[in-house]
Structures are given as C-alpha cells and as structure tokens.
C-alpha cells in the first residue's frame, strides 16, 4: 500500500529566509508525486509534480522540489519565502495506471513570520 | 475558464437529515473523485467515477453514496448525517491525458448540528 509522511506538522519561517518541507513517500514502483497547497478554507492547487526524468522539478510561484529515490524523498523547497506563501501543504502519491487515486500526507502548516 | 465548481460552499445540515453536495467541471475530464477533509487533516478519498464506473473505497462508510448523472456532474449524497460528518468535502476531475494532474473545486464546508 502507498503511504505518504509529512514528519512536520507547523513550521516557521522569516519572510526572505529559505524554506524546506519534508516528505517521504512508501510505494513498490515508481511513483508518481505531487505537492498541493491549500489557503484557508479553499480547495487545493497543484505546485508541481514528478513522474520521470529530471529529478529536481520546478513549479509555480517559486517551488522546486526534489526526487530521491534512495531516500524515498520528495522535500519542497524554495529560495526565499513571502508571507503570501503561508497555508497547508500536502505531498501526494500516485501510482502509474492511467489515471490516479492519490494518499495525501498529513500536511505541513507554514507560518510566516515578519 | 475551464473550472472544478461545487456547490453549496456552504452547508448546514441537522443531525440524521439527509444532505447533497454538488460538483460540476468544464474540463471535460472523465475522472471525478470526491474527498473527505477533516479539520487539520488530510483529504482522504471517499470514492471516484472512471467515466461512468463507480470506485468506492474500502473504509467509506455506507452512509456515503454518489451520482453521476453525465461527464460534467457529480454528486455527494450523505443520507444520514452524524456530528463526525461534519468536514470539507472537496470534489476533484482529472484524465489519462493530464498526466495524472487533479483538479480540485474550492470545496463545501458542511456543518452538521
């Protein structure tokens, strides 16, 4: 079975600072990844996503992530954090068969401190 | 623009009242799935169509069940609603040819008193 851990539950960070979130995935092939983030009382928006290739992947509004088979790891990262950047964010695993069912992480709350 | 809707964003609900949730999509797409979020806690999957096949997961409870009327729309019926069925429910579309991408509505928040 897929499993997804988000080992942090909140994290802070300064406005400017650099920023990283965990994430380790469980699952018997290549797997597909994702991370979303979700604001307040809305739904979910897709930053990136990994399926081959090219192991650091870009997304949108500044994210990159990082595929590493060796450590089952799939960490979120981005250079310089705005206080716009606070809200949840959920690593997901799909697996290849045309289309997904996706196991979401837990979650990891960021805060942004002035 | 092309859009996951769902509608009420807002619902409330009486213990034991019987309670439907909306979604409709102008992707196209021919996979809908509808979630489960509890406060502070992951999505989690209740069921999802593949056109028009039902996939219910293993742990939804039977008071969950869903239509799909045609592509665009898809509804969440709980016929029984308790306190612990009080959550967001979010309805997402997705399809073999966008890369296994989910597209997710803004969510109903349903409040059951």
């Known amino acids: 079975a897929q499993s997804v851990t988000q080992p942090d539950i909140h994290i802070t960070v300064s406005e400017g600072a650099s920023l990283e979130l965990r994430c380790n995935y469980s699952y018997g092939a290549t797997p597909y990844l994702f991370w979303y983030v979700q604001s307040p009382g809305q739904g979910l928006q897709l930053l990136l996503k990994y399926f081959s290739g090219d192991t650091l992947v870009q997304g949108i509004k500044g994210f990159e992530a990082e595929f590493k088979r060796s450590q089952s790891s799939f960490n979120l990262r981005k250079p310089s954090v705005h206080w716009s950047d606070a809200a949840e964010y959920f690593c997901?695993?799909?697996?290849?068969?045309?289309?997904?069912?996706?196991?979401f992480g837990k979650g990891t709350m960021l805060l942004v401190s002035p | 623009d092309a859009m996951v809707i769902q509608n009420p964003r807002y619902q409330v609900t009486q213990f034991g009242k019987p309670v439907t949730l909306s979604c409709s999509q102008t992707l196209n797409h021919n996979v809908m799935y509808w979630y489960q979020q509890k406060s502070s806690q992951a999505p989690k999957l209740l069921f999802h169509y593949y056109d028009k096949d039902f996939n219910n997961e293993a742990d939804t409870p039977d008071n969950f069940q869903s239509r799909r009327p045609n592509t665009s729309f898809c509804f969440l019926d709980i016929r029984s609603p308790g306190l612990g069925d009080a959550a967001m429910y979010l309805c997402a579309t997705s399809t073999r040819t966008s890369g296994h991408k989910q597209y997710f509505g803004p969510g109903t928040r349903l409040t059951v008193t």
């Open positions: 997901a695993v799909g697996g290849n068969s045309g289309y997904s069912t996706l196991t």
